[in-house]
C-alpha cells in the first residue's frame, strides 16, 4: 500500500511536528475506550470527503496536499484501508498508527506502571 507508518511510540512526536491526527472509531468505542489526546473525530464513512482538499465540505486545515495525516481506527486494520484511500485522493502523506487506539492505549498503560527513572 506504501504506507509509512506510525508507532503508537512516535504519536506524540508527529503530532508535535504538525500532523493532522483522525480518530475514525465509532462513538461506542470512543465511549468505552476513551479519547485519542490532540486527534480530531471524523466518522469513517464521511473521511473522505472530510478531509479531500478538493470537497467544499472538507475542515479547515485538510487544503494542504502535503501535510501529515494519520488515521487512527480501533486495532489498525481499517485505518490501513481509509489511509491508502486518502493517497489516491492525492494526499500522499496520509498513513495510519500501527496497532490503532488499542496498541497506543496499551503502550501508555505500560509507560504509567513503569518505575520512575525507566
Do not use: K
Not at 504506507?3 to 504519536?11: E, G, I, N, S, T
Not at 486495532?75 to 497506543?104: I, K, N, P
Amino acid at each position: 500500500m506504501g504506507l509509512d507508518r506510525v508507532h503508537p511510540a512516535d504519536l506524540e512526536l508527529e503530532m508535535a511536528a504538525g500532523a493532522l491526527v483522525v480518530d475514525t472509531r465509532p462513538a461506542d468505542q470512543r465511549d468505552r475506550d476513551g479519547a485519542l489526546p490532540g486527534a480530531i473525530v471524523i466518522d469513517r464513512n464521511v473521511l473522505e470527503w472530510r478531509l479531500d482538499p478538493s470537497s467544499p465540505h472538507r475542515i479547515p486545515g485538510a487544503d494542504d496536499f502535503t501535510r501529515r495525516i494519520v488515521v487512527v481506527c480501533n486495532e489498525g486494520y481499517s485505518s490501513s484501508l481509509a489511509a491508502h484511500t486518502l493517497q489516491r485522493l492525492g494526499l500522499t502523506r496520509a498513513t495510519d498508527l500501527v496497532g490503532g487506539f488499542q496498541a497506543w492505549a496499551a503502550l501508555r498503560r505500560q509507560s504509567d506502571t513503569m518505575p520512575p527513572g525507566r
